[in-house]
């Protein structure tokens, strides 16, 4: 393994977590977590580290991506990873790790230490790819004790500093974004009431959920440590956080866009070029 590392002068904020809200150590010894190590942090209004999950190898777009990893496939223009990395710019994120495997030196090569004034740092996979979970863990030195995940291929409309608010207001370990979903663009697999995500299971979805998983998900490192040492799905960890109380969930109210199948890359596509035509960049209605 092969990680880039932080500036000296960024190590403090990147490491950091803040103060502890009073119940989360408790509901974290409660499903066997260590509690958090919690710190002080320097900028009370900056969101935390985002890890993006760029390692896969973008199987179901077939020719594309056998000699080009897919953040950087080209969309709207530029690479794909460019509009991700613009728009949590745009939200006020300073710090990102790219968890990369498939011709992840393509991507570190491309996107560099710095971008859109992002600061940005890399994990790479073992030879055998680690899975979510496990591209998370061996990435986890970069990331502290809060902090953001969130899919290489997907674009996500919402309010960041919300949802990260929200969380962590909520004195919960984990955070997943949910859209009313009722079956309109991909399966449902998630319930949700009441701010928190009640149920979730990606595999095995029961049919009366109305949720989706909307792609942006948010893990302290007692989360983490709540799986099994075996598990390397996210996913894994995100139905046991849920079926024990412990998993916040965010609202969103766009729908998502992503690049996994060239139906929904082109989709995509469209969606940013017509956005560029009327001026807008970002997010609707959002910076």
């Known amino acids: 393994m092969s990680a880039g590392g932080r500036s000296p002068g960024r190590a403090g904020r990147l490491d950091a977590g803040r103060s502890s809200p009073a119940g989360e150590p408790a509901r974290a ?7 958090p190590r919690w710190r002080a942090v320097d900028d009370a209004d900056a969101l935390p580290p985002v890890c993006i999950l760029a390692g896969g190898l973008g199987t179901r777009l077939g020719e594309r991506t056998r000699a080009t990893p897919k953040p950087l496939i080209e969309v709207a223009g530029e690479p794909f990873v460019y509009h991700q990395l613009r728009l949590l710019a745009a939200h006020g994120t300073r710090e990102v790790v790219l968890c990369v495997g498939h011709l992840g030196t393509q991507i570190q090569e491309r996107v560099g230490g710095e971008r859109f004034g992002l600061h940005v740092a890399y994990s790479f996979d073992s030879p055998g790819l680690d899975g979510t979970l496990g591209a998370i863990r061996r990435a986890r030195g970069l990331l502290g004790e809060r902090f953001l995940v969130l899919y290489g291929d997907t674009y996500l409309r919402l309010d960041y500093a919300a949802a990260a608010a929200g969380w962590r207001a909520s004195g919960l370990p984990a955070m997943m974004t ?17 701010g928190r995500v009640v149920a979730y299971d990606k595999h095995a979805p029961s049919r009366s959920m109305r949720w989706i998983d909307y792609g942006l998900e948010g893990l302290t490192a007692a989360a983490l440590d709540c799986a099994p040492s075996h598990a390397n799905d996210l996913a894994d960890l995100l139905r046991e956080l849920a079926r024990e109380g412990l998993l916040y969930g965010f609202e ?30 970002t997010a609707d209605g959002l910076p």
Do not use: M, Q
């Not at 010894?29 to 509690?35: D, E, K, N, T, V």
């Not at 199948?261 to 070029?273: G, H, I, Q, S």
């Open 29 to 35: 010894r409660a499903i066997g977590c260590p509690p």
């Open 178 to 194: 949910v859209l009313r979903n009722d079956a309109r663009w991909e399966t449902s697999n998630a319930d949700y009431t009441a």
């Open 252 to 281: 969103a109210r766009k729908r998502f866009h992503e690049i996994g199948t060239p139906r929904t890359l082109a989709e995509t596509d469209a969606f940013l070029r017509a956005r560029a035509r009327r001026g807008d960049p």
